[in-house]
């Protein structure tokens, strides 16, 4: 019985190290190599080739080696197994970080300091929004959009969510659906993006969207945070509020293509910070550790956790 890692893009065998010290008595075998293909029982993936999953008869389980799953999905020839993602405390922390962190940077506008210094230009400015006047709206209430939406709290923000379905979360003011968003937008001075990319929300970060901001703010315009998939969002429609001023600014850690090429205006526009997407990277100790524990739950005849549901997608 073995674990085969199918991953492109990583370092895998920094992720064998990690699986066979927790897993001692199961053979950990990748893709670039021979392996008995009976014999692989589970497989932990990031980005697998297309296909390279079929013809495995004896799988019982997939893991996602990240929180998303759209990357499993988008394999038309993925074994009908069940499929499981992280959700581990060390990538929710990472996430609160960057997401905390940007809507500090615009709350406190440091990318306008920033430009300030390369000039040498010293402009005092009185005019400094309190954190309890700048309304955030998280598209995305999930593991990860709940926890930085409490962070946010902890900084006074004026936080608010919105998912698919109705939720009650204590402080916390919430819409849900189509309906849902006209009214969530409107009261958005900076929109944070943790939704998972599905066939429903491909391209809902587009111009219709931006148009619903809040202009009214007090940061004097909307901004935008996307740290959920690059595929959430039209970068033209981004770039166009930008250069109409209708956006203020916008943080993307994730893009219509990977890596961002080099051509890309996003890369050099005064108004958008570009980050690698590592918002939040599966560190390979604390992930490992997830799946090896999920592996040992199976082996024991116990139910698998974080199972996501083929239908939704996510
Ligand atoms: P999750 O727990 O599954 O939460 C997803 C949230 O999105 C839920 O609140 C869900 O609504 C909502 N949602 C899904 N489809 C929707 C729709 N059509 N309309 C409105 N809301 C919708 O996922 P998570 O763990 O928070 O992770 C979210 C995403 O973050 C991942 O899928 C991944 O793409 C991204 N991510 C990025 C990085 C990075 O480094 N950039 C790292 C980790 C994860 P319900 O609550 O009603 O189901
Ligand atoms: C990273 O993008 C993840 O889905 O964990």
Redesign the pocket.
């Known amino acids: 019985m073995s674990l085969l890692l199918a991953m492109t893009g990583w370092h895998v065998e920094d992720w064998r190290a990690r699986f066979q010290a927790l897993l001692p008595d199961m053979p950990i075998v990748t893709l670039g190599e021979p392996f008995d293909r009976r014999a692989v029982h589970y497989v932990a993936s990031w980005k697998h080739p297309e296909g390279s999953l079929a013809g495995l008869p004896n799988l019982a389980a997939v893991f996602?080696?990240?929180?998303?799953?759209d990357?499993l999905f988008a394999d038309t020839r993925l074994p009908e197994v069940p499929i499981a993602?992280?959700v581990d405390p060390d990538?929710t922390t990472r996430m609160s970080e960057y997401v905390v962190l940007h809507c500090l940077r615009y709350l406190r506008q440091q990318p306008r300091y920033d430009r300030q210094q390369i000039d040498k230009s010293w402009e005092d400015d009185r005019d400094q929004p309190a954190a309890r006047s700048v309304r955030v709206g998280i598209m995305g209430l999930g593991e990860l959009g709940q926890d930085a939406a409490r962070k946010l709290q902890v900084m006074g923000f004026d936080v608010a969510g919105w998912s698919r379905s109705a939720k009650t979360v204590e402080g916390l003011a919430t819409f849900a659906g189509t309906e849902g968003m006209t009214a969530f937008l409107a009261r958005t001075d900076i929109l944070v993006s943790l939704l998972p990319l599905t066939p429903e929300t491909r391209g809902t970060i587009n111009a219709t969207l931006l148009a619903g901001l809040a202009q009214d703010g007090r940061l004097g315009g909307p901004f935008l945070i996307n740290a959920g998939?690059g595929g959430l969002q039209v970068e033209a429609d981004i770039l166009a509020a930008l250069d109409a001023g209708t956006l203020k600014g916008a943080t993307l850690d994730?893009f219509e293509i990977e890596p961002l090429p080099a051509d890309s205006p996003l890369w050099t526009h005064p108004a958008v910070t570009v980050t690698p997407?590592n918002?939040?990277?599966?560190e390979p100790e604390a992930i490992a550790t997830l799946i090896s524990a999920q592996i040992r739950r199976l082996e024991a005849g116990e139910p698998l956790e974080h199972v996501v549901d083929p239908t939704r997608g996510y």
Not at 64 to 69: E, F, K, M, P, T
Not at 279 to 282: E, G, T
Request: no cysteine.
């Open positions: 996602s080696l990240g929180a998303g799953v990357h993602r992280v990538l998939r994730v997407h918002a939040a990277m599966s």
